[in-house]
């Protein structure tokens, strides 16, 4: 059994390593390595503002998810844990290390499965509005041509997972006993319009916030992307980074930046270029981080957290 562990932790960092090994091989890295060279400092300034303002609302979000479903988490807390998150996130493999993070420096405030299910319902509903904006681009025609199949792909696909959890509590057997708790929750938050409009307007900050850092990295490398392509064009990159394999989405996000760029009338090499930037940008936004994870919990954090 540890064996078989041993080697899907291999292919799932293998994978994107041979991913983004393959876009380089097909890419004129050269030219990609000079457009990061040439990258304008104002833009991606304006990304690393953004990307503080991806991680605050992120925090905000799970802040939210958890109050209604009778948690407590102060806001404090929540933003510190985020930075922590994002952080670990970006830099460990499989790109739901900073998740786990989340509920093992949480747990001490409640126990660990309605700490899980507060993190799973957060991130889920991040992903749902990701793909209501992929809707709008379906719907306002957008979509350069062939991404229309992949956006749909995508929507049809959480669409289904929506269904399955909210509906977990009746299956029969295992399944039904591991996802009622999580149905359960759904179905309390769902019921809270308070709560609901609040994670709306949320998800809209987060969704606007990497959509505008992503544009403002093409920005930086010369590539002025339309809004409305750019509401088709990121999100089906930002969506190739759920892929829980490798280390914060490398690889794959450039695969598929250097597949959609060129559909969208640019050089893969300036696809490649943004998603690099992309990348940086976040990892530099969520450095504060470190001081998060070094710096011991005061006790009035964890009054607050009891």
């Known amino acids: 059994m ?3 562990r041993q080697v899907l932790r291999m292919i799932r ?3 994107p390593v041979a991913a983004l090994a393959l876009v380089i091989a097909v890419v004129d890295f050269e030219d990609t390595l000079q457009q990061l ?10 990304a690393l503002v953004l990307s503080q303002v991806v991680i605050v609302a992120s925090a905000l979000r799970w ?9 407590t988490l102060p806001v404090r807390r929540a933003i510190g844990e985020y930075y922590v998150s994002s952080l670990l996130n970006i830099i460990l493999p499989g790109g739901v290390g900073g998740d786990a993070a989340r509920v093992f420096r949480v747990r001490e405030a409640t126990t660990t499965a309605p700490v899980l299910r507060g993190v799973m319902i957060e991130r889920l ?21 062939g991404t229309d199949q992949l956006a749909a792909a995508f929507i049809v696909g959480l669409l289904m997972i929506v269904l399955v959890l909210w509906a977990g509590g009746t299956l029969p057997g295992r399944a039904g006993r591991a996802l009622g708790g999580l149905s359960s929750d ?3 938050l769902a019921g809270r319009r308070a709560s609901l409009f609040a994670l709306l307007l949320l998800n ?28 088709v064009l990121f999100p089906i990159c930002l969506a190739a980074m759920l892929v829980p394999v490798g280390i914060g989405g490398l690889g794959l ?11 969208a009338g640019f050089a893969a090499e300036a696809g490649v270029a943004a998603s690099l930037l992309f990348a940086v940008v976040n990892l530099a936004g969520a450095l504060p981080g470190l001081y998060v994870l070094m710096r011991p919990h005061s006790a009035s954090d964890r009054r607050e957290a009891r």
């Open 2 to 4: 540890s064996s078989g």
């Open 186 to 188: 759904l179905r309390r």
């Open 204 to 231: 809209i900050a987060v969704i606007s916030g990497l959509i505008g850092c992503f544009w403002l990295c093409a920005i930086a490398v010369g590539t002025p992307v339309r809004f409305t392509t750019a509401l």
């Open 37 to 46: 060279r040439d990258a304008r400092g104002l833009p991606l300034i304006g």
């Open 125 to 145: 509903s991040g992903q749902v509005a990701l793909a209501f904006v992929l809707l709008a681009g379906l719907i306002v025609g957008a979509t350069p041509g």
């Open 253 to 263: 996000r450039e695969g598929a930046a250097a597949a959609l760029w060129p559909i």
């Open 63 to 71: 802040h939210v998810t958890v109050t209604a479903l009778g948690q």
């Open 13 to 15: 960092t293998l994978l």
